[in-house]
């Protein structure tokens, strides 16, 4: 058992059918990207950028964001870093941007919203993933997204920033990967149209439980209405997935429900490229998935038999 969890540690997990499961690691602050290591990641599968806002009381300028997502990127070398532009609003609050007082705060101006309506706050993270995207292999991810529109200008914002960056001479990776979180029913039931327009997608359930039940993430009195497992949700992550396989590019889940192993065999049947999960459940889950994988190859890997 050691020792397959050394090999776990050190390897990609390779579906029945061929297709490498990549296990990365969630992350909300760059100390963590060691432990993503330790546990034996792929790479960095969701890093939570709004840390930067929320633990301090002002700004955190082009600077000083640049060089938090550097650390990652050097910290990870050649693995892949999925950054997420800031998602803040509903239950993540910042006192200092003084953002109006809301009735409904989750239905409100909140992630990809904001930084739509606040340009200069989005074009200074943009800016700053930029450069930092010369030191690795960064992707970029936008939260919340509900349609190909928004996701245009998103895109057409970080045209303006590699523009920007050009003009300065300032070098930044060429091919960075745009991608989006699949976590607003209307982003699930428009993955046909959104896939034409970006690189991958990544399925943020908490958040895509949360409105496609109708039930506060947050309210514990829920708890049993607020179900990660619901046949609506599974129907939208398998249309997601579907679609974003039609038009040739990867899907992942980051949001809680990539750890649930009673999940993972749903998730390897349809064809889930990716799980991301917390750096301490990384290696569980390797193995979770190694076995699944065994079973439906026809050997069980804890026996170390082999049949052929
Ligand atoms: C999600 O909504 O599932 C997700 C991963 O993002 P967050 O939990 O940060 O909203
Ligand atoms: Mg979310």
């Keep these: 058992h050691k020792q397959l969890l050394q090999r776990l540690l050190n390897s990609k997990i390779i579906t029945a059918d ?110 700053a993933l930029l450069r930092a995207s010369a030191f690795g292999s960064l992707k970029i991810m936008f939260p919340m997204i509900i349609s190909s529109e928004e996701l245009n200008t998103a895109k057409g914002i970080l045209e303006e920033a590699k523009a920007e960056l050009s003009a300065e001479s300032v070098a930044f990776s060429p091919d960075l990967k745009v991608g989006i979180m699949v976590e607003t029913p209307s982003a699930a039931i428009m993955s046909d149209e959104l896939a034409k327009h970006c690189d991958f997608f990544s399925v943020g359930t908490n958040d895509l439980t949360q409105y496609t039940l109708a039930a506060d993430r947050m309210n514990s009195k829920l708890a049993g209405v607020y ?63 190694q076995q699944s994988i065994d079973v439906c190859k026809g050997k069980d890997s804890t026996k170390n038999v082999t049949v052929s």
Excluded: W
């Design 18 to 127: 061929d297709r490498i499961m990549e296990v990365n690691a969630n992350i909300g602050h760059p100390a963590d990207a060691d432990s993503a290591l330790e546990n034996g990641a792929d790479g960095i599968g969701l890093f939570r950028s709004e840390f930067l806002f929320m633990e301090r009381d002002t700004l955190p300028d082009e600077e000083t964001q640049f060089e938090a997502y550097r650390q990652v990127l050097q910290k990870m070398g050649s693995k892949p870093v999925i950054v997420r532009t800031f998602d803040i609003g509903a239950d993540k609050q910042v006192p200092y941007l003084n953002l109006p007082k809301e009735e409904n705060p989750a239905l409100g101006c909140r992630a990809i919203r904001i930084c739509l309506d606040r340009r200069e706050l989005f074009k200074t993270q943009l800016r």
């Design 227 to 289: 179900n990660q497992r619901s046949p609506a949700v599974l129907r939208l992550i398998h249309m997601a997935a579907e679609n974003a396989h039609k038009a040739g590019i990867p899907i992942g889940i980051c949001g809680e429900s990539a750890a649930d192993r009673t999940l993972t065999d749903f998730y390897l049947k349809i064809g889930i490229d990716e799980l991301s999960v917390a750096p301490s459940s990384v290696l569980e889950l390797k193995e979770a998935l």
